[in-house]
């Protein structure tokens, strides 16, 4: 089993709509969790990450962490056609960056 | 401020030969990382290390070995290439190895072995 899963995708959502990814991790002993986004071509860049249970919110962005359900997830609010990207997980314990392999989110203008 | 930079950025290579992968940063970060990324499967860990002089195996370390003889340098060795080693490859960097910390990218090396 992959360390860390999620929604296989693609996601396609009209503009200004929400936009939701959803993330598992296997290790309890994870840490520390994040989200990058990815346009097609280009490296990774961070996007936000969240290490307590709860909600925390960074413009349209909300990440949301579970720790007893093992569970992260990305919402994206009033999407807009620059969101059109691939979305990486990654969970992090005290050695490695461990990602997933993305879901791609198509936003239709 | 480069950041971090790979080299070469794209490489043609006939099965069987080596190659060595550059990776350098310029932020003095204490950990780094090897990536490759397919279709369908995402970023996987090939190599990491934590500090100067320390190296520990990812997800798919076969075929691959590292080292950490100084903290801005983390090369890859391909002692002798495959087919399915063909794929994008991607060095990081952050400041520690875990909590909090954002890891930063290279641009990749698109490789091809033939």
């Known amino acids: 089993q992959k360390e860390v899963e999620q929604n296989s995708g693609p996601l396609s959502v009209p503009e200004g709509a929400i936009a939701s990814l959803n993330c598992t991790y296997s290790?309890?002993?994870?840490?520390?969790f994040f989200w990058y986004r990815q346009y097609s071509g280009k490296s990774p860049e961070l996007i936000m990450f969240?290490?307590?249970?709860g909600d925390k919110e960074d413009g349209r962005f909300t990440a949301q962490l579970n720790k007893a359900s093992q569970y992260v997830s990305l919402l994206i609010r009033d999407s807009q056609p620059s969101d059109s990207a691939t979305y990486l997980c990654?969970?992090?314990?005290?050695?490695?960056?461990?990602f997933g392999a993305g879901t791609t989110v198509t936003v239709r203008a | 401020t480069a950041g971090i930079t790979q080299a070469p950025t794209s490489q043609i290579l006939a099965a069987g030969r080596s190659m060595t992968l550059r990776c350098t940063q310029d932020m003095r970060h204490n950990a780094m990382y090897w990536y490759r990324q397919d279709l369908g499967l995402g970023l996987r860990l090939i190599h990491y290390s934590n500090t100067a002089g320390t190296t520990g195996k990812g997800e798919v370390p076969d075929g691959y070995s590292v080292s950490r003889a100084n903290t801005d340098d983390f090369p890859l060795t391909l002692a002798s290439a495959v087919p399915s080693q063909t794929s994008v490859y991607f060095c990081a960097s952050s400041d520690s190895p875990g909590v909090n910390t954002e890891a930063f990218f290279g641009q990749g090396t698109r490789l091809t072995v033939v």
């Open positions: 290790d309890r002993g994870s840490q520390s």
């Open positions: 990654a969970v992090t314990d005290d050695y490695k960056l461990s």
């Open positions: 969240i290490y307590s249970n």
